[in-house]
Each structure stands twice: as C-alpha cells, then as structure tokens.
C-alpha cells in the first residue's frame, strides 16, 4: 500500500507573498499620495530640494524664524481678544483669586472676651466645675445647656481633661454692638484621665467653631456655639 502525499505543486508554483508586497497590494493611493507622487516627479521641485538641502544651516534659521513669527501671530491674537472684552477678564481674575472676607471686624473688647472664655473652658475641663463657664454663657441659651450636660456626664465617669490651646484665631465674624456670631479656629492638645490614669491623649486637635454671641447688661455672653474638629 502506498502512503499518500500531497500534491504541493501549485504551492511550489506560487511564490509567497512578502508583508510589504501585501500592504502594497492592498492600499489603495490616496489624493495625498498621488500629489506628493506628482510633485517629486517634477524635474523643478526635486532641483529646489536639491538646493535647500545643500544649505541645512539656512533651512533651519528659516524654520525657526517661521516659529517665532507663529507665536507673535498668536501672542497678538490672545491680546486683541483680552482688549476686546475687558470687563469679562477682569471679573474671571477677580473670582478665581477672591477668598471669603470676614462681613465685620470684631471689636477688640469680642475677642478679649473669646480668649478669657478659652481659658476658662481649659481650667473648668481641668477641675471638672462648670461654673466656672457661667459668666460667659447665656443661661437661657443652648450652650449653657450643653456645657451643663456634658460635665454631669464626666462627672459620672470620673472623668477629667487636661486642655491646652496651643493657639487660635478669628477667620470671619459679623457682630454688631447687640451681637453677632464669630468663626474662630483652634489649636489644642487634650489629655484624658480617669481616676489619675490617662485613657486618652491627643495632640493638635484642630477645630473650627461657631460662636453666636448677645451683649446683655453684664456684658457679651455666648448663646450657642458648633465645633468641628477639622484634624482629630
């Protein structure tokens, strides 16, 4: 029995087909192509390439120089439309580079007044005593209310807190000679003990806070204030 084999004849007849005759044969030429066929056929334009390239240091002068000239030309495009709407420019720099101006001032005798409640609140923390806030509180506002509960709450746990205010500030403020509200920022670093042991301890403790403020007969109290620590 004979084996079988193929007929590779036609294979053998048929040369393969090279990757670049393939693409060759497969692309159709363009208009783009057959201009640049074209303009290297022309006897003129391969004589002025001829020329051009002898001189490299010429064509690159000129190519720089036909650079600059592009960016005048558009430097000048740029400048012509900022003059043609002035107004427009000036209000986009105005709104991009504008920050939040306080409404109002405080009176020095406000933030006198902040920087003893301050101090305060770090010797009423320290001796667990809330009394020692009453002078700065309304008594009929929320604030005294929430100071009231929360020392009844330490006082239960035994709890007490060792507060430092490192340093703060006033960012913007609208009070007027009846009162107002204030935003300040904080800086303190709080230890926490129970029973003489510390439970907790925390440095850098960054807050913003809200203080909305009334001058009554005995001078300025706060009514109400919002803290938010910014970094715990």
């Known amino acids: 029995m004979t084996p079988f084999r193929r007929n590779r004849s036609r294979r053998r007849s048929a040369p393969p087909q090279t990757i670049a005759q393939r693409r060759r044969a497969s692309r159709v030429p363009t208009i783009g192509d057959r201009v640049v066929r074209w303009l290297l056929s022309c006897p003129s334009v ?16 000129a190519a720089i120089g036909a650079g600059a000239g592009l960016a005048i030309w558009h430097m000048g495009a740029v400048l012509r439309a900022s003059d043609a709407t002035p107004n427009l420019a000036r209000i986009a720099d105005g709104h991009e580079f504008s920050l939040p101006t306080p409404a109002m001032t405080p009176n020095d005798d406000v933030v006198r007044f902040l920087a003893a409640y301050n101090q305060a609140s770090a010797l009423a923390a320290a001796h667990g005593q809330a009394a020692l806030l009453e002078p700065y509180l309304a008594p009929d506002g929320p604030a005294w209310q929430a100071v009231a509960a929360e020392y009844a709450r330490r006082a239960g746990a035994g709890e007490r807190r060792n507060a430092t205010l490192v340093r703060w500030g006033v960012l913007q403020s609208d009070v007027t000679s009846a009162g ?14 129970v029973g003489g042991r510390i439970i907790d301890s925390r440095r850098g403790v960054l807050t913003r806070n809200r203080y909305w ?9 706060i009514v109400d204030a919002a803290t938010t620590e910014v970094i715990r």
Not at 180 to 190: K, L
Not at 213 to 221: K, V
């Open 180 to 193: 107002g509200w204030i935003d300040t920022q904080e800086q303190w670093d709080v230890v926490i003990t």
């Open 46 to 61: 391969d004589r002025l390439l001829t020329i051009i390239l002898r001189y490299p240091r010429a064509l690159m002068i």
């Open 213 to 221: 403020l009334r001058q009554d007969a005995g001078g300025w109290r």
